[in-house]
């Protein structure tokens, strides 16, 4: 199931603590059963769906700079 398929009527979206006041902001919903899902907050219609364990590496390797 992509995003298009899911129902985020009840997502709670989050702007990252990281983002400038400027609109360049990531926003992500992480109340959603087994599902983190990611989107760009001034457009928010294309989303990245990541299982919770994806969304932790990620985190982690944002986090250590091995981007």
């Given at each position: 199931?992509?995003?298009h398929d899911m129902?985020?009527?009840?997502?709670?979206?989050?702007?990252?603590?990281?983002?400038?006041?400027?609109?360049?902001?990531?926003?992500?919903?992480?109340?959603?059963?087994?599902?983190?899902?990611?989107?760009?907050?001034?457009?928010?219609?294309?989303?990245?769906?990541?299982?919770?364990?994806?969304?932790?590496?990620?985190?982690?390797?944002?986090?250590?700079?091995?981007?």
């Open positions: 199931m992509d995003t129902d985020l009527s009840r997502a709670v979206w989050r702007t990252s603590s990281r983002s400038n006041n400027g609109g360049n902001c990531v926003e992500t919903a992480t109340n959603l059963p087994g599902v983190v899902v990611v989107r760009d907050s001034k457009n928010p219609g294309p989303m990245l769906r990541l299982t919770p364990q994806q969304w932790r590496h990620l985190v982690a390797r944002v986090k250590g700079h091995h981007f």
